[in-house]
């Protein structure tokens, strides 16, 4: 019996410290809001912000490969953009 009272209170341990962390994420989650409100009021482009946030994450290696495929993505499409110009002009 001891065996079984001992993993339950165990459990219910590790259910009290998540939910308690699912609190503070909401908190924080609420506070990242807030402050993403007070730069939009206060002009700022939020769009540009989370692009920032996010290259911020990444290492510079990581940037690099991101920058080149975006090069090479929009070439792409440009590139197909005037061939298909091309042949409806014809």
Not at 18 to 44: N, W
Not at 63 to 90: I, N, V
Request: net charge negative.
């Amino acid at each position: 019996m001891d065996t079984v009272g001992m993993a339950g209170g165990r459990i219910r341990s590790f259910v009290e410290r998540i939910e308690q962390l699912e609190i503070e994420i909401s908190e924080l989650t609420e506070g990242k809001k807030e402050v993403f409100a007070e730069a939009k009021g206060e002009g700022y482009d939020v769009k540009i912000l989370r692009e920032i946030i996010k290259l911020r994450k990444q290492n510079q290696d990581e940037r690099d490969e991101h920058e080149t495929l975006l090069e090479t993505y929009m070439r792409a499409m440009d590139e197909a953009g005037e061939a298909e110009h091309g042949l409806k002009a014809a």
